[in-house]
């Protein structure tokens, strides 16, 4: 229920410029909360200018906005060419030995049996002591990705696996708006020629391609990296993070699935400008190259992505895109929010824009609830959002500030990053004199952006350990945890758990 800022018996009405995954992700979450009855929807997409078309890859809260919102995954995945995503791999990014590669995966219930053991070694292994810290092997979800098994557990084994998805992000464009419309979500295909706003700042009305003028209590800006609303037509800043995430582009070229089976991981491979994503979908695999244009040429890039997936002989085209990566100062003005691509990007590298989207959206219904456009509801609002942004960028930084490798100018220039939050400075500061990562973490109370395994895992994964013949050899007290039991334990667990590929046939 829209409690106080409904007008006695009217539906709220509220107009989304913007028909790709954030319009329609928000209209279906607006729908799902508000109801026909609070509030009269109607999303406003330019046929014409498109959609972005990538964002293949989710976060775990993905699963819970298809959960509001009513569909089963047997509805919406085999519609969207979905598949199952057990955490996200990085590959290249270290050259010390024994580190060319690491899992990060989403926090579940089981890891709890093996992160003891996992912080115990990581910590003694910065203390000097030759303990095995590599991620991988205390996280059953790393062991599902690598045997390419879906993070489905059969009926009798007692903990639910996290994860995330990757699907066509047309696709489901095109389910989330037929399942809005079917929940009484209306539809115009136009474009919005001019945004007009009142004396106080307010948007007052939207005028259409053809001439038809829309008004709304509340407008939703999702029109992209262009921003009408938010950044073009009320001026809101666009604060640029260009200081510290120095990719600026991708290149995109998909290749065929893979024959026989099915990676349940999203793979991100660091080449000499940027890194390639691998998602597996059901019928082909997305690749793209996210890259810095300050280092490399478009054409560079493509080539260089082209060799990497061994295409330098195939002519289909690539796509080539610019990014804009930061954020705006407020991302709720007044009578209007936005949100998706409009309202900040980071680059994908954990692909968390489309959770940005969904937090977005579910903190400002609560807080329109409480407050409709009370001031301090709102500036609370922005805050929060803002925090948001600043704590996933942090955690993105910090990849290029700790990856191991110095073979270019490009990975030179980002190890050696000085431009760094006070919050990611005191993380790397803690780390590197071996202090007590928990209660840093705890302290900045940042653990709603990443948790702790996932600050050491991303850490330890790229070997920021001190080198090996400088190690100690462990005291008896220090091989606490027989690492052979956890690799037993996470064998047998896994025999609960079945092949990605054939489980996505039975959807
Ligand atoms: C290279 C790259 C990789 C990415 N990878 C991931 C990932 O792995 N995971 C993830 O979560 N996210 C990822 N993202 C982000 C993700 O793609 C977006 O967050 C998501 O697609 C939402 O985009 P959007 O709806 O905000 O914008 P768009 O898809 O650009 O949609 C904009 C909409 O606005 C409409 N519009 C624009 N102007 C007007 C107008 N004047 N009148 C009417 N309509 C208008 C257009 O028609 C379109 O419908 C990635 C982004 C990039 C650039």
Not at 232 to 246: A, H, Q
Not at 319 to 328: A, D, E, P, S, Y
Not at 466 to 475: N, R, S
Request: some cysteine; charged content about 20%; hydrophobic content about 35%.
């Amino acid at each position: 229920m829209i409690s106080e800022p409904v007008k006695s018996g009217e539906p709220f009405k509220i107009a989304i410029v913007g028909g790709g995954t954030a319009g329609w992700m928000t209209a279906n979450l607006m729908a799902a909360r508000w109801g026909a009855r609070n509030a009269r929807i109607t999303v406003i997409e330019a046929p014409d200018i498109g959609i972005v078309g990538v964002g293949e890859g989710s976060t775990p809260q993905l699963k819970a906005f298809f959960k509001t919102i009513g569909a089963e995954e047997a509805d919406w995945m085999p519609k969207c060419n979905a598949t199952y995503k057990n955490g996200i791999s990085f590959h290249g990014w270290s050259d010390r030995p024994g580190y060319d590669h690491y899992f990060h995966p989403f926090p579940s219930p089981i890891d709890l049996h093996t992160t003891p053991a996992f912080y115990f070694n990581s910590h003694y292994r910065r203390q000097g002591f030759d303990l095995d810290a590599n991620p991988d092997r205390f996280f059953l979800s790393a062991y599902l990705a690598e045997q390419r098994l879906a993070p489905k557990p059969a009926h009798q084994f007692p903990f639910d696996m996290a994860y995330g998805y990757h699907f066509d992000a047309y696709l489901v464009g095109a389910f989330l708006r037929d399942h809005a419309k079917s929940t009484g979500v209306s539809h115009i295909e136009a474009k919005v020629n001019h945004v007009s706003v009142t004396d106080d700042g307010e948007i007052a009305s939207l005028l259409l391609e053809g001439g038809e003028t829309i008004t709304a209590d509340f407008f939703v800006d999702s029109t992209g990296f262009r921003s009408l609303l938010m950044q073009e037509t009320l001026g809101v800043k666009f604060l640029s993070f260009n200081e510290n995430l120095r990719n600026d582009s991708a290149v995109v070229l998909p290749t065929p699935a893979t024959a026989g089976y099915t990676n349940s991981q999203t793979k991100a491979t660091a080449l000499k400008n940027g890194w390639v994503w691998d998602i597996p979908l059901i019928n082909r695999t997305g690749n793209g190259y996210v890259y810095s244009s300050h280092y490399c040429s478009p054409d560079d890039a493509e080539t260089e992505l082209r060799a990497h997936l061994d295409m330098l002989d195939d002519v289909s085209p690539a796509r080539h895109l610019k990014m804009k990566v930061g954020q705006v100062e407020k991302h709720w003005r007044g009578n209007c929010l936005a949100v998706g691509l409009s309202q900040g990007f980071i680059e994908p590298l954990e692909a968390t824009a489309l959770h940005l989207v969904q937090a977005t959206v579910e903190k400002f219904m609560s807080a329109f609830e409480k407050g409709g456009f009370a001031n301090t509801n709102e500036e609370h609002f922005n805050r929060d959002i803002s925090a948001r942004f600043e704590g996933v960028r942090d955690y993105i930084v910090c990849h290029y500030r700790a990856a191991r490798r110095s073979d270019t100018d490009y990975w030179q220039d980002n190890t050696a990053n000085t431009n760094l939050s006070d919050s990611l400075r005191r993380i790397l500061d803690c780390w590197f004199s071996r202090g007590d990562l928990k209660k840093e973490i705890a302290e900045q109370d940042i653990s709603k952006y990443y948790s702790l395994t996932s600050w050491i895992c991303l850490l330890g994964g790229y070997g920021n350990y001190p080198e090996a013949e400088k190690l100690k050899t462990p005291t008896p007290e220090l091989t606490l945890y027989n690492l052979n039991i956890n690799d037993d334990f996470i064998r047998r667990c896994a025999l609960n758990f079945s092949d990605h590929k054939s489980f996505l046939s039975t959807l």
